[in-house]
T-cell receptor, first 110, second 115 residues
Framework: GDSVTQMEGPVTLSEEAFLTINCTYTATGYPSLFWYVQYPGEGLQLLLKATKADDKGSNKGFEATYRKETTSFHLEKGSVQVSDSAVYFCALEGNYQLIWGAGTKLIIKP | GAGVSQSPSNKVTEKGKDVELRCDPISGHTALYWYRQSLGQGLEFLIYFQGNSAPDKSGLPSDRFSAERTGGSVSTLTIQRTQQEDSAVYLC?????????????FGAGSRLTVL
């Protein structure tokens, strides 16, 4: 069945470092792909999405490109801030719901 | 409403008691989901509603768990005879329709602690 694999956390970086959180997927067809973020003490919220191959989703300085050749949707940011500390979830479109990755905790140190 | 509302935000209960968790989705959202998130863990799917019907209850961990939705709006998740392993944050989300491509809007969650 369809599945999503994320890199394990926690990922710890210094402020202004470059961020990559890897996400790969297994799916039939070409589902939409998502990144959701959960800030401390808050509910999950959509960070960005891409609906077809080669699409790039972007928001708040984060980017992810839908790569069908490598079945990947890696999350990147050029310069992270302390406020980016959160748990990040990669997900793909299922029949009626999302298929979720396990989440990656990101810790940014000042 | 403007967002997904969940209540209570925190619930502490004794083992063996029943608890009810409430979710009020965004007005007009026909799809509603319940998830469970244990400390440091990912999202565990519990149940999905489309309108008042629950096409997929496969994630409910045991027959102590049940959920209903009335009027295509508010949903209640009930846990009977709570156990310590039920301690977790219970998340509710809603979306516009049945497609898995629709964006989910989550509530802030209900944190359940079973002593």
């Amino acid at each position: 069945g369809d599945s999503v694999t994320q890199m394990e956390g926690p990922v710890t970086l210094s402020e202004e470092a470059f961020l990559t959180i890897n996400c790969t997927y297994t799916a039939t067809g070409y589902p939409s792909l998502f990144w959701y973020v959960q800030y401390p003490g808050e509910g999950l919220q959509l960070l960005l999405k891409a609906t077809k191959a080669d699409d790039k989703g972007s928001n708040k300085g984060f980017e992810a490109t839908y790569r069908k050749e490598t079945t990947s949707f890696h999350l990147e940011k050029g310069s992270v801030q302390v406020s980016d500390s959160a748990v990040y979830f990669c997900a793909l479109e299922g029949n009626y719901q999302l298929i979720w990755g396990a989440g990656t905790k990101l810790i940014i140190k000042p | 409403g403007a967002g997904v509302s969940q209540s209570p935000s925190n619930k502490v209960t004794e083992k063996g008691k029943d608890v009810e968790l409430r979710c009020d989705p965004i007005s007009g959202h026909t799809a509603l989901y319940w998830y469970r998130q244990s400390l440091g863990q990912g999202l565990e799917f519990l149940i999905y509603f489309q309108g008042n019907s629950a096409p997929d209850k496969s994630g409910l961990p045991s027959d102590r768990f049940s959920a209903e939705r009335t009027g295509g709006s508010v949903s209640t998740l009930t846990i009977q005879r709570t156990q310590q392993e039920d301690s977790a944050v219970y998340l509710c989300a809603s979306s516009l329709g049945r497609s898995g491509a629709n964006v989910l809007t989550f509530g802030a969650g209900s944190r359940l602690t079973v002593l």
